[in-house]
């Protein structure tokens, strides 16, 4: 918490925007990245032994844990033949000053959605493949999201361990009447990895992955899902401000540029996961 009087941080905001304007013009930024580079980035599955699935991403200062839980349940009337997947986002209040305790907030439920968004819209999940007894008895699978640490754009490593946790989960079989096959495991029938990439703006400049500094001097940010094919599966504007129409062509390279890098990191991680199952 800053104890600089209400003038002299705004005169200290509008300082630091300066200098990371005048960096992006550069090519450079605070943390000497490049405009378009993600932070460092680590990924681990199987991290929950009680989970049927995890994972732990890491994207610089920002820690994204997912487990998953597998019940079986009742189908939605409108959809009898298909399975459910619920996710849950939570920010949990050590992670950031500005994360409360209680319920999950407006912004718990936005992660969620955007999360929920790239999964659902990229049909990553054949959910017909999740039903036991069209119209009675269908695998739910709960995806719960929880920032553990938090230094800026928590959608990006929150999409990537929700689609970890998801690659290298394990569901326990069963029968048509409902009962357990002992010793009979299946994996989640994945069939593409969608994958975000958040992009902030700050008058004719873009930057990817924007830590939480620059977050704070960003004129608007939107994060933008893609499946392995590259076709747009999401697109969410996190925060108030104008896109300039002249920049969605450069944004839109740029997602397809930089997710297209990070996709090989993942995929080998989830080998490795699926390999240690």
């Known amino acids: 918490m800053s104890f600089l009087p209400?003038?002299?941080r705004s005169f200290a905001?509008?300082?630091?925007?300066?200098?990371i304007y005048k960096l992006l013009q550069q090519g450079k930024r605070i943390d000497e990245r490049s405009p378009y580079d993600f932070r460092k980035i680590t990924i681990q599955t199987n991290v929950v032994e009680k989970a049927n699935g995890s994972a732990l991403v890491s994207m610089g200062g920002t820690r994204i844990l997912t487990g998953i839980k597998v019940e079986l349940g009742t189908p939605y009337s409108d959809r009898p033949n298909e399975g459910i997947f619920s996710v849950n986002a939570e920010l949990l209040p050590l992670a950031s000053k500005s994360f409360e305790p209680?319920?999950?907030?407006?912004r718990g439920i936005e992660l969620a959605r955007v999360v929920d968004r790239c999964i659902r819209e990229g049909k990553s999940i054949d959910l017909e493949r999740l039903c036991l007894v069209p119209g009675k008895m269908v695998y739910i699978l709960y995806v719960d999201i929880?920032?553990?640490?938090?230094?800026?754009?928590?959608?990006?490593?929150?999409?990537?361990?929700?689609m970890a946790a998801l690659a290298t989960c394990t569901i326990p079989k069963y029968s048509a009447t409902g009962e357990r096959i002992e010793g009979e495991y299946m994996k989640v029938p994945i069939r593409d990895i969608p994958l975000s990439v958040t992009i902030g703006i700050i008058k004719d400049k873009l930057l990817v992955d924007p830590c939480s500094v620059e977050e704070n001097s960003l004129d608007t940010s939107i994060v933008i899902g893609m499946d392995s094919t590259s076709n747009i599966v999401a697109m969410h504007k996190n925060s108030p401000g104008h896109i300039p129409l002249s920049l969605m062509e450069s944004i839109i390279n740029v997602a397809e540029e930089q997710i297209?890098?990070?996709?090989?990191?993942?995929?080998?991680?989830?080998?490795?996961?699926?390999?240690?199952?």
Request: net charge negative.
């Open 6 to 8: 209400i003038k002299e």
């Open 13 to 19: 905001v509008r300082i630091m925007n300066d200098k």
């Open 102 to 106: 209680g319920p999950p907030d407006e």
């Open 146 to 162: 929880y920032v553990l640490d938090y230094d800026g754009n928590y959608f990006d490593p929150s999409v990537m361990s929700a």
């Open 260 to 277: 297209g890098k990070i996709r090989a990191q993942f995929m080998e991680a989830v080998r490795i996961g699926q390999e240690g199952r």
